[in-house]
Every structure is written in C-alpha cells, then in structure tokens.
C-alpha cells in the first residue's frame, strides 16, 4: 500500500513544508527557522531541532531536495546555519544536513544582494547555488533567461573551457515535468508552474513573481491527488499561470487536494489591488483556482493566526481577516475538509506540525494533541472522482 506524506511547519509567518514519499524520498520546500522557537514557552516550533529528530528518526542526515521558492527572509531564514553547503568548508560538517539536490528559480541566481537584513544569508545561498551549476551536479534551475547566460554563466563556462550549453540540462522551463522523480518509481510528480522567462528577461524581476510554483501529483495505489504548492506569488503572477495553463490544456494541473495558499494568507494574492471590507473578492482567474479544489480539499495557511477581531480588518501585513474569509467561503464552494492555519493547529498556544497521509482510501488529517500525540481525525474521507 503506497501512503505518502504532507507536512506543513509551524513558524509563524513563514514556510516550511515537506513531501515525504511511500518510498521515503524526502523533499523539503523552504526553511524558516526562528531563534524564538528555541525557546520552550515559544508557540513557534524550532524547526532545527524538529527536523534534524525526523530525519533521525528515519536514520538519514539528508534531504532529496530542497527547494527554495524565493530568496524572502521568511523562506531562507537559519538556512546557512543548518544544511551543508558545498562551495566553502565553512559550512560542513559539524552535524550539518544534506541536500542531495537544489531546486530554485533563476532569479536566485541573478538577484543582487540588497541591504536588507536578509542579503548576507541570500548571498551565501546564491554563492551555492552558482558553485553548484557551475560543477554541473545536484542543482536544477527553473527557467532559463537570456539575462543569465549574458551578465554570468556563459563568462564562466568560457573560463572553465566548457561550452555554452554544458550546463542547459539543469534547466527547467515552466509547463513541464521536472526531471528526478516519476509516477512509476516514486509514486509522484512535480509539473513546473512558474516561473517564467519573463521574470528575468522582461526588464526588472520582482521577486516573489519569480517564485517556484508546482503541482505535486501523488500516485496512492492508482488513485491520484494533487498537492499546490505556490510561493509568495501575487495575484497578477497567478492570473499568468491560469491563462498560460488554460492555453496548453492543462487545466488538471491546477487542481488541488492541499493547497498551500500564497503569501500567508495576503490579499493580494487574490487580487492585488483591493483588499475588501469584509472578504477580497478574487481576480476571474485567481477563482479558477480556487475552484479547482476537489471535494475533501484542504487549504493550508503557513501564517500567524488569522483573527476575526474589529483591529484585524485593519491589518497591512498580512496575514489578512479578508483573504481567510474569501479562502473559508472556496473551501465550501468545492465540498473542502477545511481552512487550516500553521500557527492555530491544534490551538494557537502550541502549535504542531500539519500532517496529512495520503492513501487510496483519501486524505487523512493527522490531527496532533497539544501534548504531542497524534491521531487520525474521524473518518478517512473518500476520495472523489
């Protein structure tokens, strides 16, 4: 019997998630550890140590992939302290974590470091990312501009008495399965959403627009479903992707069973320019996807608890009282389980890990006690269709 997990983590307003496989292939989406959750009254978890028990737990040191949507802090944050990392001894050994493979965007490539507080850890991770293309091993890069190639790769390929084209078949385009894993072997598939050519090339990328958006197709037993995970993309980065899928045919490809909404919970990822008094009414393309949830379907906030309070209508950052009704309202529209937040599961005072096992029988909530027990939520809701 082939059962494959999803994990959501609670960091507060940040994302790590991760696919473990039924043959135990591991893909890790995102790292944000905060210090705070070092701390034992803390609600956050502290992922360092969470990550590094279930890895033991399994007897591993590694992840098969991890993949960074974008270089944002709340995507990065402890990232440098945790993995190892192959260009500098500096960051290896010492109980330091693996990554068999690194997936990100192109724009992680190209970015220059800004003076936020995050460039010295985005700097670390791009200096990675290029030693990792360079010596052509364990590193995919998803799309492929012209701007890549003019302003640093084909300079570098040149020095190294390479061809322009040694490095092309680490490159993923959008509308595409990514090479790695299969339906046969491993039981699941990553098709490539986003992002585009156009994120780099089309003057001045923006970085949350260059994020990593795939559909994760999971095979239980014959019986399939459908995992969305989507970065910190915005409204007008997911009306591309609908048209652009709508056009190819593709259409399946945005369904979902779990949908790891964007941008904790943001309005503007259901449309950018208004947010709404009560609810944001979302873009025409945006409410495509939101009704391609499938019956039992979860969505998932990777966000501090969303209130229902006067002060939270007002809110500028996100996560936002407007966004979640509009979520709570699709959920229903589609037959779904349930809004879910990181952050309030079980209860907002100690939050714990969002698990889902999934099996031909459906998706099963792994529901977790504040004391740490776990178990399975009711009844295992059949799968539709």
């Known amino acids: ?3 494959h997990e999803i994990v959501f983590y609670p960091v507060a307003n940040g994302d790590t998630s991760q696919v ?3 043959n135990g292939r591991r893909i890790l989406f995102d790292f944000c550890h905060r210090s705070c959750g070092e701390d034992p009254d803390d609600p956050v978890i502290d992922l360092n140590s969470t990550l590094k028990e279930e890895l033991s737990a399994v007897e591993r040191d590694d992840f098969d992939v991890v993949a960074f949507t974008h270089a944002d802090k709340d ?3 402890g990232s440098t302290d945790f993995f190892e990392l192959q260009h500098a001894e500096k960051y290896q050994g010492n109980g330091r974590i693996k990554i068999n ?4 965007p192109a724009a ?11 460039s010295e850890e985005f700097v670390i991770l791009r200096q990675e990312a290029r030693h990792r293309l360079l010596e052509g091993k364990d590193i995919l890069v998803f799309s492929h501009p012209a701007k890549l190639d003019e302003e640093w790769l084909h300079e570098k390929l040149k020095e190294r008495g390479l061809p322009l084209n040694a490095r092309d078949h680490l490159f993923v385009d959008a509308g595409t399965i990514v090479p790695g894993f299969n339906l046969i072997d491993d039981k699941v598939e990553f098709f490539c959403h986003s992002p585009f050519i156009k994120h780099c090339d089309d003057g001045d990328f923006i970085r949350n627009e260059a994020s990593l958006v795939f559909n994760v197709r999971l095979d239980a037993d014959g019986e399939y479903f459908d995992y969305l995970e989507v970065g910190d993309t915005d409204s007008e980065g997911l009306e591309d992707i609908v048209s652009i899928t709508e056009y190819h045919g593709n259409m399946d490809r945005l369904a979902w069973d779990v949908f790891n909404i964007p941008h904790h919970c943001s309005y503007k990822s259901l449309n950018k320019d208004e947010k709404g008094d009560k609810e944001t009414t979302p ?3 945006v409410e495509k996807i939101l009704l391609a949830g499938k019956a039992n379907a979860y969505i998932v906030s990777s966000s501090c608890p969303v209130t229902d309070l006067k002060e939270s209508y007002e809110q500028v950052q996100p996560p936002h009282i407007q966004a979640r009704k509009t979520y709570e309202k699709y959920i229903n529209k589609v037959d779904g389980r349930k809004f879910l937040v990181t952050m309030e599961e079980p209860n907002a005072n100690k939050p714990k890990p969002i698990r889902f096992e999934i099996a031909s029988s459906g998706i099963s909530l792994i529901k977790a006690a504040a004391t740490g027990a776990s178990f399975l939520a009711s009844v295992k809701p059949p799968r539709a269709g």
């Open 1 to 3: 019997m082939n059962k």
């Open 20 to 22: 473990i496989t039924s």
């Open 75 to 77: 995507h990065i944050s």
């Open 101 to 104: 493979t690194l997936w990100i």
């Open 108 to 118: 992680m490539l190209l970015e220059n470091a800004s003076n936020d507080e995050q």
């Open 283 to 285: 873009k025409p393309l």
